[in-house]
């Protein structure tokens, strides 16, 4: 059996775990990343966490936020991670462990792996919408990833959903991002109410308990975020749109409205075989590791 190692960025820490080929986890280990970062301590604490697997791996994929170079494997920087900047993530890991290494946008990771692993892995093709702090994207064509110039493609939560309207944290405004994601949703909560909100968790609550305020924030974004997945259905046609990510924790909430709002707004050939719905909870480091075993068959 063939194993693999997935790494997974995220803000607060580094999870890098062993897979074998049927998706199935081997070991897992996790490393908290300190506030204050500089590239060589994050390098050193990323080769640590990694080190322990390295014996029965025949190769590494890395998922994190971008921007990046996929190509060089360079993370340009991150919002997230606050100090790096032109992290040569590939280069030296590479150095380090003798073993090819593949590096990509975390949505990417997310896509391939729902693809390979996930609830609709039996369909040709799958646009994955990955709803969390932010939104992001990844379409996979017959297993085969689409990562766009230097693994910066299906950025779907900074296309326009609002001319002129909120500002985003990538300087543009009107992004479907600013609308529905944990970011969007807490920040139109202090606009409307001048109350702030702790978390996403507490944002869901208050839509159950039908506060009018968030109803409204959700419905909204809601509505907002079907017109984009709308563009991209007939941009890219996906025999099936999978939503992933912490948010979908609460897709009881909105599924029905956004199923309803894509299905009703798109060609209506496309819905005879196009099918919608939240994928499985897949780690960040299982799309990860899917990067090797998907090299490996190409």
Same mark, same amino acid.
């Given at each position: ?18 897979? $074998?080929?049927?998706?199935? =986890?081997?070991?897992?280990?996790? &490393? ?14 990323? /080769? ?19 921007? *990046?170079?996929? $190509?060089? !494997?360079?993370?340009? &920087?991150?919002?997230? *991670? ?12 590479? /150095? ?7 590096? $990509? ?8 792996? $729902? ?21 992001? !994207? ?8 689409? &990562? ?42 202090? =606009? ?32 907002? *975020? ?47 075989? *196009?099918?919608?719905?939240?994928? !499985? &909870? ?17």
């Amino acid at each position: 059996m063939r194993n693999a190692i997935g790494v997974d960025i995220g803000g607060g820490s580094i999870k890098v775990s062993l897979f $074998e080929e049927t998706g199935k =986890e081997l070991k897992s280990l996790v &490393s908290p990343t300190p506030e204050h970062l500089d590239n060589q301590s994050f390098l050193e604490i990323l /080769k640590d966490t990694i080190r322990p697997l390295i014996p029965d791996a025949i190769g590494i994929g890395v998922g994190s936020p971008g921007p *990046l170079n996929n $190509e060089q !494997g360079i993370m340009i &920087s991150s919002a997230n *991670l606050q100090g790096l900047k032109n992290l040569p993530i590939g280069e030296e890991l590479k /150095k380090e462990f003798s073993l090819p290494v593949w590096y $990509e946008n975390d949505a990417n990771c997310a896509a391939l792996g $729902e693809a390979y692993f996930g609830v609709y892995k039996d369909t040709e093709s799958q646009l994955i919408i990955t709803l969390g702090t932010g939104v992001g !994207g990844g379409f996979v064509d017959k297993g085969v990833l689409y &990562s766009g110039y230097l693994g910066n493609g299906i950025e779907i939560g900074h296309t326009t959903s609002v001319i002129g309207g909120a500002l985003c944290g990538c300087g543009v405004h009107g992004c479907v991002e600013s609308y529905f994601s944990t970011r969007g949703f807490l920040n139109r909560y202090v =606009e409307k109410s001048k109350q702030t909100l702790e978390n996403a968790e507490t944002f869901f609550r208050l839509v159950r308990e039908k506060n009018p305020i968030a109803h409204e924030i959700l419905h909204f974004g809601t509505l907002a *975020l079907a017109h984009a997945v709308r563009g991209a259905i007939h941009l890219l046609n996906p025999e099936a749109v999978v939503f992933v990510g912490g948010i979908t924790k609460s897709y009881d909430l909105f599924g029905k409205v956004l199923e309803s709002e894509i299905r009703s707004n798109i060609f209506p050939v496309l819905n005879d075989r *196009l099918k919608i719905g939240a994928g !499985g &909870s897949l780690s960040g480091s299982l799309g990860a590791a899917s990067l090797v075993f998907s090299k490996e068959k190409l």
